[in-house]
């Protein structure tokens, strides 16, 4: 997984970069399960993301397995709402990184069982309909970039009506 600055959605499945299975294996990279909450932890800090499969991430990346009970879109609306503070914390002299350590030091209020389980009642229906909205427009993204140097270069045509 590289980088999340050029994503823009909540969900991500994959990265610029595919890790073969042969990199994985001889490399410390690890799989991260799907819901993983992706942060990326320098150069810039803050880009988040929820895994929608397996992923592997670079070092750039804090990946974050959220606990059954917690869920990723509570992980993820905490790492938003605490970005500043994370990015306070954050130290280094050629580029501001934020380490493991540190990151585990942002206060964290954890709501009872009963209340993170109707959050999750909730957030789960609306996590739900973002994903099918991105995967959507990524479909039309894909039709976009396929038909419109089509009809530039007149390899398809539009018929057009005639004004009666």
Same mark, same amino acid.
């Given at each position: 997984?590289?980088?999340?600055?050029?994503?823009?959605?909540?969900?991500?499945?994959?990265?610029?970069?595919?890790?073969?299975?042969?990199?994985?294996?001889?490399?410390?990279?690890?799989?991260?399960?799907?819901?993983?909450?992706?942060?990326?932890?320098?150069?810039?800090?803050?880009?988040?993301?929820?895994?929608?499969?397996?992923?592997?991430?670079?070092?750039?990346?804090?990946? !974050? =397995?959220?606990?059954? %009970?917690?869920?990723?879109?509570?992980?993820?609306? $905490?790492? +938003?709402? /605490?970005? &500043?503070?994370? @990015?306070?914390?954050?130290?280094?002299?050629?580029?501001?990184?934020?380490?493991?350590?540190?990151?585990?030091?942002?206060?964290?209020?954890?709501?009872?069982?009963? !209340? =993170?389980?109707?959050? %999750?009642?909730?957030?789960?229906?609306?996590?739900? $309909?973002? +994903?099918? /909205?991105? &995967?959507?427009? @990524?479909?039309?993204?894909?039709?976009?970039?396929?038909?419109?140097?089509?009809?530039?270069?007149?390899?398809?045509?539009?018929?057009?009506?005639?004004?009666?």
């Amino acid at each position: 997984m590289n980088h999340l600055s050029l994503n823009k959605n909540r969900f991500i499945s994959r990265g610029t970069i595919d890790i073969t299975e042969e990199g994985l294996k001889n490399s410390s990279a690890k799989l991260m399960p799907k819901g993983t909450v992706l942060f990326s932890s320098r150069a810039p800090i803050g880009y988040i993301a929820i895994a929608k499969n397996e992923v592997s991430t670079n070092q750039g990346f804090k990946s !974050i =397995i959220p606990k059954n %009970n917690i869920g990723s879109e509570f992980v993820y609306q $905490f790492l +938003k709402m /605490n970005k &500043e503070i994370i @990015e306070s914390r954050a130290s280094g002299s050629t580029f501001k990184e934020i380490s493991g350590g540190e990151l585990k030091k942002i206060p964290a209020i954890i709501p009872s069982n009963n !209340i =993170i389980y109707r959050y %999750n009642l909730i957030t789960i229906k609306i996590s739900s $309909f973002i +994903k099918n /909205n991105e &995967e959507e427009l @990524e479909k039309l993204r894909t039709i976009r970039d396929t038909l419109l140097p089509k009809l530039m270069s007149g390899e398809i045509r539009v018929p057009v009506e005639e004004e009666k």
